[in-house]
């Protein structure tokens, strides 16, 4: 009686730990497409307003002291690189 | 269709004047996005009165979900930013109440969705912005310009570095306001998109992008409360800036 019963209790536990495997696989496949669509909106905005940020502040300044492309390109690239820098701390957190 | 003179997706961010009004030259028109703002504020307030109205020992479903709200922000601010950055709750949980519930009216047809304008969502940042800057320069004085040098940085690289810095922090409100805007501005659209095309595609075809549109409504309704959790989430973020720096 006790033998059967121990049986039994073995079964289950293999069902049960077959099932929580295959949970555990195909939660993690949807976690990861789930993740990577967080990833994809993180890169656009972070590099888009790091490039608006640099653009705006680099033609104001030009406008100011009118000379007109000069600041607008080299503050957008250190606009870029400061949107690299915020989205590689982002991805690494 | 739209060439025309019909329905383009877009018709629906239209910003009209409901109301002339311009003071010293200044153009300050009442507006459509107006409109569902203060609505929003209303809402927000007459909702949460109404619920804290008769404090009972054993609440009922009014105050569960306010003080459900409640302690959701709260938890959000200490986790993210530790229990001494409770005093800026009040900022944090109106903003994500206004959010919240400008998403949410926005998804009732007929409406405007005030967040979808990047001028909305970026006031709200900014407000963030100036006070995270202003509570740090208190906290910290100058001490607080530390954080646009890395440490172990090499001196010659500094002027560089501090720029990067500089730029890296001025495009957090930015950012904060572009992905708000950017996420209901493409949802609606979506949403417009799709249910053009079940007229066209008549009787027979017409079923599946309405089946499409129900689903996607829901999912509207989803990302309109996740957009808000996300901005809110991310306002105590940086809110810790002002209360411990980081570097």
């Given at each position: 009686m006790t033998n059967n019963i121990q049986e039994k209790l073995d079964k289950l536990e293999n069902n049960i730990d077959s099932l929580k495997n295959k949970t555990k696989k195909t939660g993690e496949g949807k976690n990861n497409t789930a993740g990577n669509m967080r990833y994809v909106m993180q890169i656009t905005v972070d590099l888009l307003s790091g490039l608006a940020v640099g653009a705006f502040i680099g033609y104001e300044i030009d406008k100011y002291?009118?000379?007109?492309p000069l600041y607008f390109i080299v503050f957008m690239i250190l606009g870029m690189a400061g949107g690299f820098l915020n989205l590689i701390r982002n991805l690494n957190k | 269709m739209a060439a025309d003179g019909g329905h383009s997706?877009?018709?629906?961010?239209k910003i009209t004047n409901m109301h002339e009004l311009t003071i010293a030259g200044y153009d300050i028109a009442f507006t459509n996005s107006a409109l569902f703002m203060v609505l929003a504020s209303l809402f927000g307030t007459s909702f949460l009165l109404l619920a804290t109205k008769?404090?009972?020992?054993?609440?009922n479903r009014m105050q569960v979900s306010a003080e459900f709200l409640y302690n959701f922000v709260k938890d959000m601010l200490v986790e993210n930013a530790?229990?001494?950055?409770?005093?800026f709750f009040p900022l944090a949980f109106s903003l994500f109440m206004f959010v919240l519930l400008a998403n949410l009216l926005g998804?009732?047809?007929?409406?405007?969705?005030?967040?979808?304008?990047i001028f909305t969502t970026f006031a709200l940042a900014a407000i963030l912005f100036v006070v995270v800057v202003i509570a740090a320069f208190m906290k910290h004085g100058l001490k607080f310009?530390?954080?646009?040098l890395p440490s172990g940085a090499p001196a010659w690289l500094a002027p560089l570095l501090i720029v990067i810095e500089l730029f890296a922090y001025l495009m957090r409100p930015v950012s904060l306001s572009i992905r708000l805007a950017a996420n209901m501005t493409a949802g609606h659209t979506m949403l417009k998109v799709i249910a053009g095309f079940i007229l066209p595609l008549g009787?027979?075809?017409g079923w599946l992008p309405l089946l499409f549109l129900v689903i996607l409504t829901g999912f509207e309704i989803f990302v309109a409360i996740l957009q808000a959790y996300i901005f809110t989430m991310l306002a105590c973020v940086y809110l810790s800036d002002a209360v411990e720096l980081h570097h």
């Open positions: 002291f009118e000379t007109k | 997706p877009l018709d629906q961010f008769n404090q009972q020992l054993v609440p530790g229990p001494a950055a409770l005093k998804m009732v047809p007929y409406s405007f969705t005030a967040t979808s304008h310009l530390s954080i646009f009787y027979l075809g």
